[in-house]
C-alpha cells in the first residue's frame, strides 16, 4: 500500500497473475491480509505490486516496460 508511481517515477508495477495458485502465492508474499479476499480476476485487474517486492534477477532491465523476466516470478516474502 506504500508503494505509489508519484513517489518514484522509475519504479516498475506488475500485475496479479491470472493463475489461481500463483496468485495465491502472490498475496501471501505480498504481506498483504486486505487481499486475501479478492479473487485471481479482480486482483489482476485492480491491484499490482511493485518491483521493489522483487529479486533482481526476476525484473528483465532491458525492457522499456520493466517487465518480469520469468512467467514464474514470485515475490519475496
Known amino acids: 500500500p506504500s508503494c505509489t508511481r ?3 517515477l522509475d519504479l516498475s508495477f506488475f500485475g496479479f497473475p491470472r493463475c489461481p495458485t500463483r496468485c495465491q502465492k502472490w498475496v501471501e ?3 498483504r491480509a486486505d487481499l486475501e479476499d479478492k479473487t ?4 489482476n485487474k485492480h ?6 517486492h522483487f529479486e533482481t534477477s526476476m ?3 532491458t525492457s522499456p516496460y ?4 520469468i512467467h514464474f ?3 519475496v516474502p
Open 47 to 52: 491491484y499490482q505490486l511493485c518491483a521493489k
Open 59 to 61: 525484473i528483465c532491465r
Open 73 to 75: 516470478a514470485l515475490p
Open 29 to 31: 508474499n505480498s504481506g
Open 66 to 69: 520493466g517487465t518480469l523476466s
Open 6 to 8: 508519484k513517489l518514484d
Open 40 to 43: 485471481p480476476d479482480q486482483l
